[in-house]
């Protein structure tokens, strides 16, 4: 389609107007993260003595960040943010009775588009949620980690109350891609493998600035 002058001023103008009447607003926010299902580990190296797939234990993990709300029309805002998270599984090797951890520093940014059910009191929103692993190849006795993928992708949905500056949220993570990764010992070659990027609930409080 030709862009004609008028076609031009007129989109632009539309812009204007929905910047004009967006409302931004910032606000800090932590949250206590719950995993929802059991990480899967397998033995996948066949010299060892035995050979097994189980499931291994899951920690309560944190994040904290900011996040910008922004208001557009008829309840409609989107609301991207940055968290800096943590949580961590945990496997004992039947094996070498080794515990490792599959540790997961991430910087986590979702993009989330909601509604304003009830005003600022009350919101919905959804969108996904690209993740950068910050910790990798870590050292477990004779395992060394190998992480394949730096670069992971989820999504989000939730809910949040507004009470004054106060804000109180919950929300579910559920993954897209997986986050797989290799322990590897040096010494009798066994490999480990942890291939999962686990569902969790995310119970958060919130200021607004």
């Given at each position: 389609?030709?862009?004609?002058?008028?076609?031009?001023?007129?989109?632009?103008?539309?812009?204007?107007?929905?910047?004009?009447?967006?409302?931004?607003?910032?606000?800090?926010?932590?949250?206590?993260?719950?995993?929802?299902?059991?990480?899967?580990?397998?033995?996948?190296?066949?010299?060892?003595?035995?050979?097994?797939?189980?499931?291994?234990?899951?920690?309560?993990?944190?994040?904290?960040?900011?996040?910008?709300?922004?208001?557009?029309?008829?309840?409609?805002?989107?609301?991207?943010?940055?968290?800096?998270?943590?949580?961590?599984?945990?496997?004992?090797?039947?094996?070498?009775?080794?515990?490792?951890?599959?540790?997961?520093?991430?910087?986590?940014?979702?993009?989330?588009?909601?509604?304003?059910?009830?005003?600022?009191?009350?919101?919905?929103?959804?969108?996904?949620?690209?993740?950068?692993?910050?910790?990798?190849?870590?050292?477990?006795?004779?395992?060394?980690?190998?992480?394949?993928?730096?670069?992971?992708?989820?999504?989000?949905?939730?809910?949040?109350?507004?009470?004054?500056?106060?804000?109180?949220?919950?929300?579910?993570?559920?993954?897209?891609?997986?986050?797989?990764?290799?322990?590897?010992?040096?010494?009798?070659n066994q490999t480990i493998r942890y291939d999962n990027?686990?569902?969790?609930?995310?119970?958060?409080?919130?200021?607004?600035?």
């Open positions: 389609m030709k862009m004609t002058p008028l076609k031009i001023l007129t989109a632009a103008l539309v812009c204007t107007s929905v910047a004009a009447t967006a409302q931004v607003s910032v606000s800090a926010k932590a949250h206590l993260l719950f995993p929802t299902d059991s990480p899967s580990w397998q033995n996948v190296t066949t010299v060892a003595e035995q050979a097994y797939e189980t499931s291994g234990k899951s920690n309560v993990g944190f994040n904290a960040g900011l996040s910008v709300k922004i208001n557009l029309i008829s309840g409609l805002f989107v609301m991207p943010e940055l968290y800096y998270t943590t949580f961590k599984n945990e496997l004992t090797d039947p094996i070498s009775k080794t515990t490792v951890e599959a540790k997961s520093n991430r910087a986590d940014l979702p993009v989330l588009v909601g509604f304003n059910v009830l005003g600022e009191s009350l919101g919905i929103y959804a969108g996904p949620v690209a993740s950068y692993n910050l910790s990798t190849d870590n050292q477990y006795d004779d395992f060394v980690e190998n992480a394949r993928n730096e670069f992971t992708v989820g999504y989000q949905l939730g809910v949040q109350f507004k009470i004054q500056k106060l804000i109180f949220s919950g929300r579910y993570e559920g993954s897209i891609s997986e986050d797989q990764r290799e322990f590897i010992n040096e010494t009798t990027r686990p569902g969790m609930f995310l119970a958060g409080i919130g200021y607004q600035f």
